[in-house]
Structure formats: C-alpha cells, structure tokens
C-alpha cells in the first residue's frame, strides 16, 4: 500500500506510525514496537512479548521485524527489486511452504511468501525454537531502498497468529519516495 493509500484494519489493532520512513503498519493494540538505527540501517521490532535487551534487537517469540535499507543499488551492485526477489526465492536460512508472489506497489517491486525453520538454533547464545514466518521483501529502484519485513510465530502457535501476521504485512504503508 502507498502513502496515498489507507486500508481499514480489523478491531485490535491500531497505526504505528513509522514516521522517519514516511509509513505506517497496523500492530495489535496491546503490542509492544521498538526503533533502532545501526549505521544507515533502520530497523522496528512489533511484537507481542516485551522485548529484552540482552541483545541489539532483543529477543521475541511472536512479531514483526522491519529492515529499511538505503543505498542497497550501491552496496550490492544490482537493483533493491532483484535483491527483495532473491530474498523470496533464494533464502537458504528458512524452507519455502508456499509459491511467492510478485507484484508492483506504484514505484515498490513486493515480493512475499511463507517459509519454516523446522529446526531449533542458537542466535547470540540463547536457543530459537522452530518457527513459522511470512515475509516481504520490496525493493524501490527509483531511489535504492530495501525493506524488508519477517513475521514469525512458533510452529504450535501459527495457525492462531498467522492472520496477525497477513494483517500487519498485507496492510503495511510504504512511501514511494523513500
């Protein structure tokens, strides 16, 4: 969705406004959101559990992780719509579950699809159980930008919090000049 552009969202959930970036994503009322800049990288964390801060993003069961990366044409010498299209079709990290989907935003290529990691592993010393996760990934040639988007949710809890996730990513609002 474009700035231009505003859907209604289901009760519960409420506009987080992601105002350095000139968007917005709906977030369930009672979540909690954290902002965090690492170099040029902009990144926001929405999720259900308080997140802790033994880590630089902290750790979450259930949420959304946003990425917003300028310049991404320069730092890997392709354009942010091929580089949103690999992280669909290419990822090594998590299994695909569905076919992805493609498609034009305005000036956004958005790339989306379903993948798991069926397996449990280790992120900054603490285990990560197996998870579910839907994703986008949408590259802006016209100025450079990647943002990327990973809903994840345990296995067990997936078929409950599957539609937070396809609310938050489906409905989120991107400017088309950032």
């Given at each position: ?6 859907p209604?969202i ?5 506009w ?14 009672d ?9 040029k ?9 308080p997140i ?5 993003e ?14 991404v044409?320069?730092?890997f010498n ?5 580089v949103a299209?690999?992280?669909v079709?290419?990822q ?5 579950v ?22 449990k ?9 197996p ?9 802006n ?9 990973i ?13 937070i996730g ?8 991107l400017s088309?000049?950032?």
């Amino acid at each position: 969705m474009t700035c231009e552009q505003q859907p209604e969202i289901p009760n519960g959930f409420t506009w987080k406004d992601l105002t350095a970036i000139q968007g917005k994503i709906p977030m369930p009322t009672d979540w909690f959101s954290k902002e965090r800049v690492d170099g040029k990288v902009r990144s926001y964390f929405l999720t259900r559990e308080p997140i802790t801060s033994d880590s630089p993003e902290g750790f979450f069961t259930t949420g959304l992780s946003m990425y917003i990366a300028p310049r991404v044409n320069q730092d890997f010498n392709r354009p942010p719509s091929e580089v949103a299209k690999r992280f669909v079709t290419k990822q090594k990290e998590m299994t695909p579950v569905s076919d992805y989907e493609i498609k034009l935003d305005g000036k956004l290529v958005v790339c989306r699809r379903n993948f798991t990691i069926g397996r449990k592993f280790l992120v900054g010393g603490r285990i990560i159980e197996p998870m579910n996760v839907y994703a986008e990934a949408t590259g802006n040639d016209h100025t450079g930008t990647l943002f990327t988007m990973i809903f994840e949710s345990p296995i067990e809890k997936w078929p409950e919090d599957k539609e937070i996730g396809c609310v938050m990513i489906n409905n989120r609002v991107l400017s088309q000049e950032i």
